[in-house]
């Protein structure tokens, strides 16, 4: 099982961009499909993209489609998640999350290791 832990989240402007990370631990980085969700204060965790074991194929809520760009190194074991154009609705703490299963799934039971979040600020 991998271990995860998330960096890059921060304070910006609207229009602005970030870029999350998402290191992961272990030998076994590559057989597991990556997420990312987020969950705002008084919300439910929400499923934001997803990349598949080879980084081949990538999956977005239609609210990021177009500014959000998810992608995977994994001669590094690491995940990203590419935040541009970033509304003060984007403001969460960001989590990763990984699922064994190559199945596309969003929901967020589907995975079964998670980092600690990464929060980001928006301000408008």
């Known amino acids: 099982q991998v271990q995860l832990v998330e960096s890059g989240g921060g304070l910006v402007q609207a229009g602005g961009s970030l870029r999350l990370s998402c290191a992961a631990s272990g030998r076994t980085f590559s057989t597991y499909a990556m997420g990312w969700f987020r969950q705002a204060p008084g919300k439910e965790r929400e499923f934001v993209a997803r990349?598949?074991?080879?980084?081949?194929?990538?999956y977005y809520v239609d609210s990021v489609k177009g500014r959000f760009t998810i992608s995977r190194d994994n001669a590094k074991n690491t995940a990203y998640l590419q935040m541009n154009s970033l509304k003060p609705e984007d403001a969460a703490v960001y989590y990763c999350?990984?699922?064994?299963?190559?199945?596309?799934?969003?929901?967020?039971?589907?995975?079964?290791?998670w980092g600690q979040g990464t929060l980001v600020t928006v301000s408008s």
């Open positions: 999350a990984a699922d064994p299963l190559p199945y596309g799934a969003t929901r967020a039971s589907a995975y079964d290791t």
């Open positions: 990349i598949s074991r080879s980084g081949s194929k990538t």
